[in-house]
Each structure stands twice: as C-alpha cells, then as structure tokens.
C-alpha cells in the first residue's frame, strides 16, 4: 500500500508533534503547580505530615497554658483587679482548702431572696474567649457550662485532642501508655461549684466558688490570687450574654471577654432545673445539675476530678 506523501504532510506533522508535546508538559507543570505535594517525594510528604502532627501537637500542649494568658491578660490581672475590692472569702480556691464549702454555700443560699432567678441560668456554649491579643473559639473546643440558680459545672475540653488519640491509637485504645499519652488526655479544664450574683451599682456580677476543679489540688497546686468574678451583659434575647472581666487594664478595658450562646432545649432556665450536692459526711465530693435536657454530673475522688456516672446510692443536699 503507498500513500502519496510530500513536503506539506511531512510539515503538518512535524508541527502537530510539536504542539502535543508542548500541551502534554504544560499540562503536567499545571499539575504540579495546583497539587505541589503531588510532585513530592514520598519521604518528603511523609516528612511533612510528620511536622504537622507534630504542631498539632503542640498547640494541644499549649491550650492549657494559652487559656490562661487569655484568662490573665498574659499574667498581668493582679495588676488589674481594683484594691480593697474583695477579701480572702471571695477567692475561688478559699473555701475549699479550709474545707467550708457546704457552709458557705448555705450561707450563700441564705442570702438569696425568695426564689431570685440567676440571669446566667442555663446551658450554654462559649463562642468566644479572647484576651490578651488570643482567643479561641467553638471551633476549636467544647465548652459545656450548666449553670442552675446556684450550682454549676463549666467543661472545656479541646477538639485537638480527640483527633491525636485517635491518630495514636486508631480510635481505639485510650488507655494511656507512655508520658505523653496522659499529657494529651490531661489538656481539659472543668470544675464546679456555686456561682452567687450580686449587684454593684445595679450591674449584675457573679463569683464563683469551687468545690471541685480539675486543675487544683490542695495543698499541692497554688490557689487563685483574685477572685473568679464577673460582670454579665445580657442581650435582649436572653440568649447569649458577655462575661466581662471585673477588672479593667491600663487602656480602661475588661481584660478579657467570653461570649455564652444558649444550647437548645434548656427552656431558658425556666423549665426544669435541678442542682445536687452530696451531703458532707460523704467522703467524696459531688455535684449533679440539670438544666431542660442537658445535664453535668462530677465527681471528686481524693482531690482528682473524674467525669463519670455512679452507680448506687448516694446522699444529697438539694440546691435548687
């Protein structure tokens, strides 16, 4: 078979490779251009995931250390909190290393007229905690605060480290093995206690006082210096308030500012609400509250506090 071929086809071809082949190379420079990982070795993509996990980890160390620079204006809130504003009673750790929590918060009880509503009563989920040029947000942990007319129990646990204990153990294991397994398990905060509102120049403040708290042990952990206090600003929907720190800095501003937004089906704290506190001739501390569907029950056991369901029988005081 001949087919007749001259000059002309023998261009149009030369050109038509020429043109494929540039199309191919462009194609694959885009390629790598758009997914630069693509291009890489495979050492060094394991290289860089490695460097990742490693800086995730790292901000889940950090986050305990990170809320309180947010919380104490990177240490400075001493300086801010007014003198003479409050006594030694007012401290968050007081009662608790005297051992006079259920005194005092009968007393507090006792102080309350009539069946005063708490304005912060209710579930809630902190949107924002921002401070001393920080913040966090929802986005990157779980807040969980029921707080009744009196007692309460604030969670805080960071998204980060679900993900690395299931990066270590396949989502599996969660039993820690080594010295940085309890270090990524420990990042949480939670404590519980009551919370007493009061006015000051017709502007509502809460103090809280604990009586179980996750990162203090007494005798052993330094206490508190200043007041867990708090000015509360409410919207007008009474669904989400601001905490605003009671003391202000050199600029004339609350130091440090949490946003709350109300969980669904709390009935505004005006549904059911329940607040339980074992007796004390108990020698374990706990604290049970109920507000609408969502509820919070810790446990203290020799100074730690554990999040767990008992089983049995137990004896409380009622709060409500």
């Known amino acids: ?51 990742e996990q490693q800086n995730k980890l790292d901000a889940l160390l950090d986050w305990t250390s990170k809320q309180g620079r947010i919380l104490t204006a990177g240490g400075l809130a ?30 507090f009880k006792a102080r309350m007229t009539g069946n005063r509503k708490n304005l912060v009563c209710g579930a809630w989920d902190r949107a924002l905690f921002q401070g001393a040029f920080e913040h966090t947000s929802n986005l990157e942990e779980a807040v969980f605060n029921i707080q009744t007319n009196t007692l309460f129990v604030d ?25 940085d397994d309890v270090r990524v398990l420990s990042r949480q905060h939670a404590f519980a206690g009551y919370t007493l509102q009061e006015y000051e120049a017709g502007r509502p403040v809460c103090t809280r006082h604990h009586c179980i708290d996750w990162n203090f042990v007494p005798n052993l952990s330094v206490p508190r210096s200043i007041p867990n206090r708090w000015w509360v600003e409410m919207d007008d929907t009474g669904n989400v308030w601001k905490e605003w720190a009671y003391g202000r ?18 009935c505004r704290g005006d549904g059911f609400v329940l607040a339980l506190r074992k007796s004390e001739e108990c020698d374990r501390d706990g604290i049970l509250v109920v507000v609408g569907v969502s509820f919070s029950f810790w446990l203290c056991i020799m100074g730690i506090s554990e999040c767990f369901l008992i089983h049995g029988t137990c004896v409380f005081l009622k709060y409500i």
């Open 155 to 179: 969670i805080r646990i960071p998204l980060l480290r679900d993900e690395i204990i299931k990066n270590n153990t396949g989502g599996v294991d969660i039993c820690p093995r080594r010295p």
């Open 249 to 266: 800095d050199e600029h004339g501003q609350h130091y440090y500012c949490e946003r709350w937004e109300r969980l669904e089906d709390d």
């Open 1 to 51: 078979l001949f087919i007749k071929f001259d000059l002309r086809h023998f261009t149009f071809l030369v050109l038509f490779g020429a043109a494929l082949h540039y199309a191919v190379v462009t194609y694959q420079h885009i390629r790598i251009y758009d997914n630069p990982i693509a291009s890489m070795p495979r050492s060094t993509e394991k290289s860089r995931n490695k460097n």
């Open 78 to 107: 001493n300086n801010f909190t007014p003198l003479g504003s409050f006594v030694p009673t007012d401290l968050p750790h007081h009662h608790l290393e005297e051992k006079s929590t259920h005194a005092a918060f009968r007393a």
